[in-house]
């Protein structure tokens, strides 16, 4: 019933920027991290970046200066603009969302993954 719908993925030229969109939808509730993973074929899922209720954010090394990561709390959508764009960054991107309420309850969503090529 919950829903994660990404968007903005696509073919970019290295140094060129795309901005990626993660909508939650259904009966989701009391979101509190939100955040952005990527995937190469022969690789873990690595963090690229996250954000907290209150607007803390955490970056991958590789990533930071160059992506920002913000979200709209009231449409529950969470952003990832990726500036300056390299060869590396190519991979699958997948929207996390993890929601917990009171002392034992928590969930974690993801999205369906949306491809990002960064090539000449």
């Known amino acids: 019933q919950v829903q994660l719908v990404e968007s903005g993925g696509g073919l970019v030229q290295p140094g060129g920027s795309l901005r990626l969109s993660c909508a939650a939808s259904g009966s989701i509730v009391n979101i509190n991290n939100m955040g952005w993973y990527r995937q190469t074929p022969g690789k873990q899922r690595e963090l690229v970046a996250d954000?907290?209720?209150?607007?803390?954010?955490t970056y991958a090394d590789s990533v930071k200066g160059r992506f920002t990561i913000s979200r709209d709390n009231a449409k529950k959508t969470v952003y990832l603009q990726m500036n300056s764009l390299k060869p590396e960054d190519t991979a699958v991107y997948y929207c996390?969302?993890?929601?917990?309420?009171?002392?034992?309850?928590?969930?974690?969503?993801w999205g369906q993954g949306t491809q990002v090529t960064v090539s000449a």
């Open positions: 954000i907290t209720r209150g607007g803390r954010t």
């Open positions: 996390n969302v993890f929601a917990a309420w009171g002392d034992y309850q928590s969930d974690d969503y």
